[in-house]
């Protein structure tokens, strides 16, 4: 019973909370397309037209695991971390549960749910403490966990998945870091490829950047350092197509260092506040681009925890 | 530098520990028909083939969440919690990162990985601390996360998913509590929803048991005390047709409390240990079930994260 | 050596973020008597004398633990929650470590350092984002840990405790909530008590509120609802005699609901960034109440952990 | 209501568990001359008259603070780690609290509570899963905390300090790794240094250790591979002595290597379950060696959290 007191403690103090929240105007560009109380963004997209079309595309039944294993050792921007325990409950000097000796194993987790491959909610990145839907922080960002957009809301992702091998389109083992990947690289990219981006798909980007955590010659340290990634015009230019997702094979799925100096993370504020596009990072796309797919059935079913900003996940491919 | 010295505290001392662990023969039943080295069991049924077959069922597009929603209220088994805190970094008094503004919520879990909806790792179940392969606690599941059948070996679960309606089956609205799904019924409700069981399928059990979580007379207490589910002769059934993943709507997936008196969970212990088989729990499998549908696409990809025993899901099924 | 990495990650970014800190002017009232740099306020005031002289209050050598247990079911301000976990690192199947079969417990802290009995570094109270010394968020107060005011910095507390028991002033078994202590009641009390307040002393206020959480009619949601405490005049008042520290038996030392309608913990501010002094909650006063003490030696040493806004902690008082 | 049920789940099965528990004869040794239900050992030797002599002791009331600071980069006994994340809930883009403006930082604790200066509870440390007063873990050491011998039960302990400056009984800056502090170096050292040791003595070890921590020439690698300490003809002789606790300025207390190959942590079995004492570890005693102080007033109050094993601490000698 006294486990429920927690949730009460100080109501009419907590209830002072909301009367000195600063007031903002909502922008001209936090209007959702898909209307004021829209809470999953471009999966509306996810239409059972497009789903079919997605399955149409799988011919050999070709799983691909898309998320790169992550432990306490991967690369995370700071403070991020994460531990797993292990242990068995109240089993240390007995033969566990019942006559048939029921015995196993538990884990706890404790960490950040933005580490190793992940989606951003549309809960995650924002301009300037103004979200997608013009929410501010005070509406929606509690401690407790986001009251709107939080991950539970999204019941996956589901569509037609596009890779795009720019390390195969610039003609190199693994794209340098810096590398912005504008309108006309992906246009030209997807040319060369012989694949169409469309409203509604999952768009992967793939440039070996993770042979620097597994490859010959690790060096961690330049993989978190920086990275290539969408830039500016070849984010907005996914926008105007309507893509639901953009994914890549990086921390951050964006140019780092940004195209223009002293900005910082601007492709997450075009696809995320002005767009309701997710975000994908740290997928492990090279099988993908060695097997030179680049249309597939893409299927993400994120744990959907209540108030969650983002998310581990492991998307599937199929093709 | 200093964090890396955490990893050889006192390495001599830590050395010593091997030499006094317990020898244990290996148990007849231990032995995987997927070799003495096998990480993923039954997950090896996953074939290009079945998956093809599988994303044939596919007739309209439609796509079912099959995670339940799981936060801090979720009943779970003792002393598991979770909670989910949302923070913005750094971000208080100023307006985030860069001339362009970044701002971004970030979100910490602290918890069990086996709350709500959950694939329950080969590393999970065993019989008086004897687990799949034979393997023993001493030799794999270490504090620091399992050494070996972690689910970071797993790169997910695609193939057929079947779901076995038991309400429908048993002409009620909910399955009562202790009623244990034998190999009799399971093949009369088969039978009766027009659907075969075969090896590599991902066999779901509808009960309408989550109606105490969210429907309209909840009774959270209830749920957690006891629950319908699969029965011995029905997990031995499972077994020998050679499935790939058992789940359910409910909290433990088999038939609490047990048919024995004395005995907790027994088919736990038939499909993880004797056969390698998965174990999904809290999959709401209700939506399909009022759809009428019986056989579907069922993907999952769970998070890889590395020594991990158990995992928060969301499996997808598309039909 | 990847553990390292995780410092580095995208330093390039980091680096953006305090050009668009918001300037603010340093407040009149911010400036610290102790000097710019000061990290420990009114823990200056702990002098070889002053302590010289508490240890002389010691007259009969009996100890009183003033930390009141705290567990999960402590109730907390939300969203604050805690939970310790017991187990047995990689000693399941085994007699432990070396031939004298060395095994051990160990523990695991998830949760809020803010439950219980506490003690409020001086980073913890702001007014309006400025902090003790005009150091606003942006300053000091990273998402890693405080760099300036941190617990890490104290060494702990030792003075002249003094006990003032409101109930008996009041003439109650319990002082009821909403019971603000003046300075008018503050000084009759002391008086009525035969106990003089002094410069650097450690200031503790009795209520017997905490007999609803063990009395004989525990009522903890009242308990967390609201509290008698020190009001803004007695508040004042301490802060003019120049006290080390203020506690209680509550769980925010101060009155709740405030005096004045629509204001929230004003007395934590006259404490903490105005004047540098340290706030002590939920301590068990009881047991001095009973005795009939009212001067003691009072030592507190709070765990030092390196970033730290508050500690659970167990002061203890000797007479 | 949904979080008291989790207290709740399963409870038939939970019941299960004790049947199953192996049957251990309670070993000679395990006799507590301080009664069968005792929960603090040693700690029945803080007595008034034994305090009050300690007091006695205060001669320039000198603080000294014996807890070193602790952090996310101290070495700890794998796989312990800890991490502590500040942040300021629902205040980022408002003024915070009521019409005064009340902000305010908090701050989260995950990880282990045995890592920095700590102490260890009496259910720490035991022989082939027997504990002090011969329990066992089966009987006692539950996941959600220790039911006997938690930490909660321990009011503090305060009394007689005591320190022996090994490094400087051996004529050296910083002890070497491997050194036993045996019978006869202790009670050599002590007759060296001009003190007793007597029953319900808080006795401390210096040997410079940690200047391997923060010295000039830092080298936490070597800190945490070995350490001086304890031997086991030191161990016994303390406790036939019959000290209330014995800290060291070391990560483990006791000498490692052991003196026997092999061997780990006998000195630890000699205290907690053989003899009910307590164990301190990692007590920055360097200043109390500088200052030649070898007796003092001891006061340790730790935070009494329920079931917990161990806690970081931060001792308060005063002389």
């Known amino acids: 019973m006294m486990l429920l007191v927690r949730q009460i403690v100080a109501p009419a103090v907590m209830a002072l909370a909301a009367t000195t929240a ?3 105007d909502k922008p ?26 997605a399955v149409g595309l799988v011919t050999d039944g070709k799983v691909y695991s898309l998320g790169m294993i992550v432990g306490a050792d991967t690369p995370a921007f700071p403070p991020r971390t994460l ?27 404790m960490g950040w749910l933005g580490i190793g491959p992940q989606i951003d909610g549309l809960g995650h990145a ?4 103004v979200y997608y839907r013009g929410l501010t922080d005070a509406d929606f960002a509690k401690a407790s966990g986001l009251t709107e957009l939080g991950l539970e809301k999204l019941p996956g992702l589901v569509g037609r998945g596009v890779l ?17 990947y504008t309108a006309d690289d992906i246009k030209a990219a997807a040319e060369q490829q012989g694949v169409e981006l469309r409203e509604g798909d999952v768009v992967l980007f793939n440039s070996n950047w993770m042979d620097l955590l597994d490859g010959a010659d690790p060096d961690p340290l330049r993989f978190g350092s920086a990275e290539p990634g969408v830039g500016v015009s070849g984010a907005e230019y996914l926008a105007e197509i309507g893509v639901m997702a953009v994914g890549a094979d990086t921390w951050g799925m964006e140019v780092v260092p940004a195209e223009e100096e002293g900005v910082a993370f601007r492709a997450h504020q075009i696809f995320q506040p002005q767009n309701g596009i997710y975000i994908l990072e740290n997928l492990d796309t090279r099988a993908l681009a060695d097997d030179g797919v680049h249309e597939f059935l893409f299927v993400l079913g994120q744990a ?12 599937i491919a199929i093709r």
């Open 22 to 24: 600063i007031a903002q």
């Open 28 to 53: 001209e560009w936090a209007t959702s397309k898909w209307g004021d109380d829209d809470q999953i963004g471009a999966a509306n997209l996810m239409t059972p037209e497009r789903v079919l079309d």
């Open 83 to 109: 531990s797993v325990t292990v242990l068995q409950p109240n089993q240390v000097s007995n033969s566990g549960l019942g006559s048939n000796k029921f015995t196993y194993n538990d884990d706890i987790f």
């Open 126 to 129: 924002g301009i300037d403490h």
């Open 164 to 180: 795009i091998d720019m390390a195969k389109f610039y003609g190199v083992d693994m794209v340098e870091e810096g590398t912005a």
């Open 304 to 315: 959907r925890i209540k108030g969650a900003v983002q998310m581990i996940i492991n998307p």
